[in-house]
């Protein structure tokens, strides 16, 4: 089976910097993506990682590392809209395949 | 707005009962996907269609089952209806073949079904 895991929550304060992990044990891999999902919402899309190394996106950055099996969403200046699930994906295979989600991290930012 | 439109929002029914789920995708997107979350297990996969054709089959009871119609808009039936059934249900669309590797899923803002 597919392999997934993430902290289930997470509790971050105000303007700081929270670092969300991701650890995945897979039988194919192409490519990691990040999803936010607010409560009740549908999960929009945050960043994608293929090859090794840190992508950065204004405040949201996301490493990978493949020889690991390891990914971390980073997040910075933290607000408290950031409140939300953070859900790490893989995709298995090439093409149009579907994603394999962990379930997911529950951030809550407070003052 | 991911431009993915699913109806209704909430659906409430009873044990037993069928129900229909609509899905329309992004416009130009091919690829349907179906996710079911609930709150112990995340989003489940549940079936892809691509360009009308069933493309992959993921935890799928056999009580349930999709379509994706000529317009590429696509329905998912959940028959026999039972307590556990009771989740959010996605749909996601993305591009067709050509799409770049990092062209990520659009999700619609879901289909929340009570079964009681």
């Known amino acids: 089976g597919q392999n997934i895991d993430q902290p289930t929550e997470m509790t971050a304060t105000e303007g700081a910097i929270v670092q969300i992990n991701c650890t995945y044990q897979?039988?194919?891999?192409?490519?990691l993506f990040w999803y936010q999902q607010h409560a009740g919402e549908a999960p929009t899309f945050l960043s994608y990682?293929?090859?090794?190394g840190l992508e950065e996106k204004g405040r949201f950055s996301s490493f990978l590392s493949r020889s690991k099996g390891y990914s971390y969403l980073l997040l910075k200046e933290l607000q408290m809209k950031d409140s939300a699930s953070y859900l790490c994906a893989v995709r298995l295979y090439s093409g149009n395949t579907p994603l394999v989600f962990g379930k997911g991290t529950r951030l809550s930012v407070i003052a | 707005d991911s431009g993915v439109t699913q109806t209704p929002k909430h659906l409430i029914t009873a044990t037993g009962q069928r129900v229909t789920l609509r899905c329309s995708p992004r416009s130009g997107d091919l690829s349907v996907y179906w996710y079911q979350q609930s709150l112990d297990q995340g989003l489940q996969f549940l079936i892809q269609y691509y360009n009308g054709e069933e493309r992959a089959k993921g935890n799928i009871l056999e009580r349930f089952s999709a379509q994706q119609f000529p317009d590429l808009h696509s329905e998912l039936n959940l028959s026999s209806l039972e307590l556990g059934d009771s989740a959010l249900y996605f749909c996601?669309?993305?591009?067709?073949?050509?799409?770049?590797?990092?062209?990520?899923?659009?999700f619609g803002n879901g289909t929340r079904l009570t079964v009681t």
């Open positions: 990682n293929v090859l090794d």
């Open positions: 897979t039988s194919g891999f192409n490519g």
């Open positions: 996601a669309s993305r591009e067709g073949e050509g799409a770049s590797r990092n062209s990520p899923l659009h």
